[in-house]
């Protein structure tokens, strides 16, 4: 069976990684082996990666991959073993800086700035309220003044045995089954473009593909191009050109170069670029509208935002309602439970009600 | 065109032995997340804690997302932050409930429930 990485190297460090974790987390002892279990833990998680780097050959991540991972994955050993909840709320934002630079990687740049902005942002900050509220001010630099609940870790070999076997489980199996995953279809990330008439017109005027038959650049006008077809497979466009006397430049170049004549000295000639856009010889239809073929400019991509913007309301629209809808419980939820209950007597009761309370007679 | 320029443009196919170094990330994170989760008495922690496992699933789908050419998994990771977002204001809302009632943070002092 084909593995990624041989299973004996990757149970070897995730057990060495397993050992460090359990040292690392924090308990009251004369001798603190917690640096050195941070160290061993670091080593394992870090040996792994190394392993990796080498077998994946010439397709191994960026070198910025291995840069954000061990912040993140070092950062999130501190976040649990880190004794102080207020220093762990820190670690955690360090950690989903580094995770935002792995999505960055991953080419998801609007996931990026989301998870900085959002969990960074908002709702770490309520995390680093509540322990402000909760706990007390250390007095010094030691761990003394700790809680005991802060301090000890409960049952640290069991829950690291726990963990780390599910951690081996799910990378042994992985290592096995994504070599066999089937390819992608591809589609070049670029099926948003078909929901994006005014940015592939906006393209090919930019290209000066849509210029004026006197050499003179029309503004922008969606209404000279009309029923356009886009295909985002094919990367061309059907565009029907409803006023085709605007387009006469375009559309005499066009048709010489498919007679195989050289435009070259035409003293209105389209960019070479943009020429070169030109599919077939275009077509005068009985209406007197032409359609004419063309390619998209190799520039033209939809932007990540865009697909995930289409993506999130037009393929979820429903999910995207029941999450606000939870939201908006979660926040009354929060409300409720957290409110402060005040006792009143039965006569303030009755006072507050019939609001005869104050006014200094009470 | 520059080159760097060009590769953010053309979006190729990500090898899958490159899937495989995000993944052993995401399970990594959600593992240290896990242990910190169940080791650890501080309610607060705790729920750090949580969070660090979405994390490391939401690692996960944007890398898949990214294999597979497709923004699905980048949409899920909006969704996951919106539920986190909302479990971490009822966690938060729980523990300030806790913590007057009985000033300590500890799991274990809430070990037995009362009707």
Redesign the interface.
Known sequence: MEH??SPIILYAAIAI?AVG?ALA?PRKANVNPQPLGALIAAAG?GG??AV??M???D???NLF?YVF?FI??GA??R??THPR?IY??LY?IL??LA?AG??LL???E??TF??II??AG??LI??LF??M???TAPSDEGYEDL????A?????V???G???L??AI??GW??VG??H?P???????DEALAQLPLKVQQAFDEVGLLEHADGEMLPFDPGSVAGTYYDPLTRQAQLLLADPSRFRGMLRQARARARGEDVSEDADALSPEAAALVVNEPVTRRDGTVVVLVSFP??L?AR?IE??GL??IG??PL?LEM?GI??L???L???V??R?RIDLEQAEKLAAATGTLGGGHA | MSDAMSHFLALTPMADVTLYHYLVVSAAMFALGLVGFVSRRNMIVMFLCTELMFQGAGLAMIAFGRRWMDHNGEVFVIFVLTIAAAEAALALALVVLLYRKKHSLDTEAWAQLRG
């Open positions: 990624v990485l990684g974790v987390l998680i792994l990666i990796l780097a077998v994946a050959g397709d191994r991540p991959f991972a993140a994955l999130a050993l976040v649990i909840p762990s709320a955690f950690s989903i995770s792995l999505y991953l080419d998801a609007f996931m989301a998870l959002i969990y908002a709702i309520t995390y509540v322990i509220l909760a706990t809680e005991e609940y802060d000890v870790a409960r049952e640290p069991i829950a690291t726990a963990g780390f599910v951690l799910l990378t992985l290592s994504v070599p995953l390819p992608p279809a591809y589609k070049g990330g190799e520039s991509r990540n697909s995930v993506e999130l393929g979820h999910t999450a939870i939201l419980l979660a926040m939820g929060a409300v439970l957290a402060k």
